[in-house]
């Protein structure tokens, strides 16, 4: 399966959290005593690093059909234990910073990635919510479910608006182990045609080696389509 | 209110003794109707009650799943209906169908085609107090997500239903109270009172919060350390008991987010114009919650809470450190206090820790903070309302002001103090004898000194603690 999370990054050094450094920074991500352990920071912290290492924040606003996994692709992406089985709506905003350390241009710094997510009936019934989610982002994330053809056609439905906002656009794969409804071909043919990044879900929540690609390859494309400099240091 | 239309009891009460006697509290006429246990599923009999009218009467004490499954095929022939199911089945497998049925009730209230819902339960270690506090807040919830509005100008009952969906994650979470999870701590969903953390820095944390919540316009702030209330603005704490808990309750269901902002009602004291509940996670174990109108954006949020509680840093450090004994470090209890609870009644405010001592280590670690917690919550379910009553209690029927227990393990006690209510586990091996004589002083010491912390409204610490 070829999707760009196999394709050669621009700046990002795709193997530098295998080095002794990486690796020391990367385990600040973790809980001390249980390794398995996601930390959740908050807004006034922020992992261990060298004093002097540059933060790069993006604000990325995650969208998608109602149902087809928002908040599921959130706590994946933070390491989040089990949630609520089933399905239900998510209500108001929910914001996730997740860090993430790599090295460009032989430099290492550190990636913020701010997600915003709300639910889709919660936005139309409070204008404020989707408003809130897309101002300023650096980047929209559109999750695609293989498990449901119509989150294509949200998608579809939503890339006019997004493109008028001149938005940086990615889609995030949420791979289904039975009911393929939207095959390999097609999406590629799809990200092809609309020219869109897409990301599959990385299917382990904390084994490094499947996540690590996922947010190199995140933060390479974010990071080159929007020319952030490294200014805040922290 | 409509919410006040559902009466609960106890199913092990109602098979002694009568309907009537559960509906004496509601002053209603009645006419004797005895149940005797193990009835099948019927409609069993007519109560002619004041206003002239027929109220069937289902009940229901075998076979909780058919009921259930029943329940919504029932002709309605009279302005009530009495519905008996078993709380216990509830909570395990009827969790899902008690969720489906209620808003099928609230319509009926709301289209007056019954006057009240009866709920019995059989679970005999719930009492009555318990279960309606429970129902209440699942009642509330509703109102919290949607308003009180869309709940009564409702034309869609499946529209409703779906709509409901969104309050089933806080409706489980107040059934789990039930059986609580292993990483429940709190004991805010029983005693109906805010849990707080009692520490040091908190004149200064209310300083720095009151201008912070002053600068965003509102005047509705808290400062949470893991999970419990450390500083709050002097409006907060005139939110409704109800309000304080389904937010703590929604707060814990999402503590892995690094801001939420949730439009929320207030189901007592703005059940029409809803508010945001917003909410920025400070450091891993510390947080900051308001309650605010359409502005400012959870975007100018963020840099205002930064800002502002930047410099606090490390005293937000310190006050963690408190956690697990909720109290300052320099306090240290009796080393027989296994864990506590001080309920502030008039404060509506309660102080637990399941390892007081956090820093010495538990001499008696037989006992897990699990079970310790377990033994706690039965505790409280087991005495208050059937053996003595919470000081503010309009029911006067129990005048008792201290209860023993004793256990092959630990020991258990209770005081009523002025307006605090104290449940204490100790180890066992301390003689009643001893407990009632010798280590009554002590008890009553360590008592006071805990009820003067939980204040949280005295201005110095007591130094002054047992042994």
């Known amino acids: ?234 | 209110m409509w919410y006040n239309k559902f009466f609960i009891s106890n199913g092990d009460k109602l098979r002694r003794c009568s309907v009537a006697s559960l509906c004496r509290g509601e002053k209603i006429y009645r006419k004797i109707c005895d149940i005797p246990g193990g009835l099948s599923v019927s409609i069993r009999n007519w109560i002619n009650f004041r206003r002239n009218l027929f109220w069937s009467f289902v009940s229901i004490t075998q076979k909780p799943l058919e009921t259930v499954s029943s329940l919504k095929n029932i002709n309605i022939t009279g302005k009530c209906h009495l519905i008996y199911l078993s709380l216990y089945y509830l909570v395990t497998d009827l969790k899902q169908s008690f969720l489906q049925l209620l808003p099928l009730w609230m319509s009926y209230i709301w289209h007056e085609a019954i006057e009240s819902v009866f709920i019995f339960a059989t679970d005999s270690s719930l009492s009555t107090v318990h279960l309606k506090h429970i129902l209440d807040l699942v009642s509330h919830t509703m109102v919290f997500y949607l308003g009180l509005e869309e709940l009564v100008s409702v034309k869609n009952i499946e529209r409703l239903k779906k709509d409901l969906k969104v309050c089933y994650p806080l409706i489980d979470t107040i059934l789990d109270g039930l059986s609580p999870k292993e990483d429940l701590e709190d004991f805010c969903d029983l005693t109906n009172y805010t849990d707080v953390l009692c520490c040091t820095e908190r004149s200064t944390f209310e300083g720095i919060l009151n201008c912070f919540a002053e600068s965003v316009g509102t005047v509705f702030g808290c400062l949470r350390v893991s999970g419990k209330v450390a500083a709050a603005t002097p409006n907060w704490w005139t939110l409704d008991s109800v309000e304080l808990l389904q937010i703590q309750l929604l707060l814990s269901n999402e503590r892995y987010d690094t801001g939420i902002d949730i439009p929320i009602y207030l189901p007592v004291r703005s059940p029409k114009i809803p508010f945001r509940l917003v909410q920025w996670k400070l450091t891993q174990n510390s947080d900051v919650c308001l309650l605010c109108g359409p502005t400012p954006s959870l975007a100018d949020l963020e840099k205002e809470v930064k800002r502002f509680w930047r410099t606090a840093f490390a005293l937000l450090k310190s006050a963690e450190s408190c956690y697990p004994a909720n109290i300052p470090l320099d306090i240290t209890l009796d080393k027989n206090v296994l864990s506590y609870l001080v309920v502030n009644t008039e404060k509506r405010r309660s102080l637990s820790s399941l390892s007081p001592h956090s820093t010495s280590g538990d001499a008696h670690s037989h006992l897990t903070a699990v079970r310790k917690r377990d033994i706690l919550r039965t505790f409280y379910k087991t005495i208050v309302g059937t053996m003595i009553n919470l000081p503010n209690s309009e029911d006067a029927s129990h005048d008792s002001k201290e209860v023993f227990m004793n256990f092959e393990y630990y020991s258990l006690h209770a005081l009523i103090s002025e307006m605090y209510l104290i449940l204490v586990l100790y180890p066992s091996g301390l003689h009643n004898h001893y407990l009632r004589s010798d280590n009554i002083k002590s008890v009553r010491r360590t008592s006071d000194a805990m009820t003067s912390i939980c204040s949280l409204g005295a201005d110095s610490t007591p130094t002054e603690m047992v042994r």
């Open chain 1, 1 to 234: 399966m070829e999707s760009t999370t196999t394709t050669s990054l621009k700046h990002v050094d795709p193997d530098w959290y295998k080095t002794v450094e990486g690796e020391r920074i990367v385990q600040q991500l973790y809980h001390p005593i249980n390794t398995k352990v996601r930390k959740h920071f908050g807004i006034l912290e922020h992992p261990n690093v060298t004093p002097g290492t540059p933060e790069i924040m993006f604000k990325i606003g995650v969208l998608g059909k109602a149902g087809s996994g928002k908040t599921k692709t959130i706590s994946v992406l933070s390491g989040k234990p089990a949630v609520f089985p089933g399905y239900i709506e998510t209500i108001g905003i929910h914001v996730k910073n997740i860090y993430w350390p790599a090295q460009i241009q032989a430099k290492t710094c550190l990636f913020k990635l701010q997600f915003w997510e709300s639910g889709e009936s919660c936005s139309k019934r409070y204008n404020y919510i989707s408003t809130a989610c897309m101002e300023k982002t650096d980047a929209v994330a559109i999750v695609i479910n293989r498990a449901d053809r119509t989150s294509l056609d949200y998608a579809d439905s939503k890339l006019d608006s997004l493109s008028r906002l001149n938005s940086t656009v990615v889609l995030f794969v949420m791979d289904t182990e039975h009911d393929v409804q939207v095959h390999d071909q097609e999406l590629s043919q799809y990200a092809r045609r609309r020219r869109l990044p897409f990301f599959h879900l990385p299917p382990h929540t904390l084994d490094i080696k499947y996540f690590a690609p996922f947010y190199n390859s995140l933060c390479d494309f974010v990071y080159s389509s929007q020319h952030k400099v490294m200014s805040d240091t922290l």
